[in-house]
């Protein structure tokens, strides 16, 4: 048994054995739901593939003061089995959201394991007749536990368990968030890298189906934040506070969510 409470600002163990997390008196799950196998089929290398029936778990809405139940804001953890999907590292769904300037789509932060944040964003198409899809930016970011980003508006992006033992993390976003119609990757089937077990080492490959005309940034969070203008993107956050703590105090985090 792995307790979490202290990273995470509530009473949380996870129990690796079983594969599920244990939430203690002080916060409420509205909701628990397994992502199948067959939901995520449509953005995988492997199209063939039949186990493992469900591929993660989330645990939606958390934690709401009395004072919060009328907002749109959902706290949610979600959990991911380490290992592969073919010869992909377990990954969630893909999401995406319209540019709005100044806003985020979620906030995350990792609780337990080793994870990437994969986040894409495509140039308009030209006209109605442009087949190829262009990547004008591309950013794969490695997180460690207690680490925590923002993913800007514009983007597409999916979470990646590269590690070895189970992903456990915390996610902001609207309550009605739901992954892309994924008939709008049917050419590309997925996004533009994907992530893979290669020699026993994680690696990026690229999607031929995309015509990438941007340097692939891929560091650790770390790296990311030495860098002033990426810093600015990517970390609004305060030090030294946890992202249930920082929803919690920050009267205007609805501000910073686009809806």
């Not at 009328?70 to 290992?83: E, F, K, T």
Request: hydrophobic share 40%; net charge negative.
């Amino acid at each position: 048994m792995i307790d979490l409470s202290n990273l995470c600002g509530f009473s949380l163990k996870i129990d690796e054995g079983r594969g599920r997390v244990i939430f203690g008196d002080d916060v409420n799950c509205k909701c628990e739901q397994f992502v199948s196998l067959q939901e995520i089929i449509p953005v995988l290398l492997n199209k063939q593939l039949k186990y493992p029936e469900n591929v993660y778990k989330e645990h939606k809405s958390l934690y709401e003061r009395e004072d919060q139940k009328g907002n749109s804001i959902s706290y949610d953890l979600l959990y991911i089995p380490y290992g592969l999907l073919g010869i992909e590292f377990i990954k969630t769904h893909i999401y995406e959201s319209t540019f709005v300037e100044n806003k985020y789509h979620c906030m995350v932060e990792l609780l337990s394991g080793e994870m990437m944040i994969v986040m894409q964003r495509n140039a308009e198409k030209e006209d109605m007749f442009q087949m190829e899809t262009y990547v004008d930016d591309m950013v794969i970011v490695k997180l460690a536990p207690g680490e925590k980003l923002a993913v800007p508006t514009g983007y597409m992006y999916t979470f990646v368990n590269i590690g070895l033992a189970p992903v456990v993390f915390a996610k902001i976003s609207t309550k009605d968030q739901s992954p892309m119609d994924y008939a709008a990757l049917r050419r590309e089937r997925g996004l533009a890298y994907y992530i893979i077990s290669k020699n026993a080492k994680v690696e990026a490959v690229a999607n031929p189906k995309y015509k990438i005309n941007c340097r692939l940034k891929n560091m650790s969070l770390k790296k990311l934040l030495k860098d002033e203008d990426l810093k600015n993107t990517y970390s609004p956050f305060e030090a030294n506070t946890t992202l249930f703590n920082y929803m919690v105090n920050n009267d205007k985090i609805e501000e910073l969510i686009f809806f």
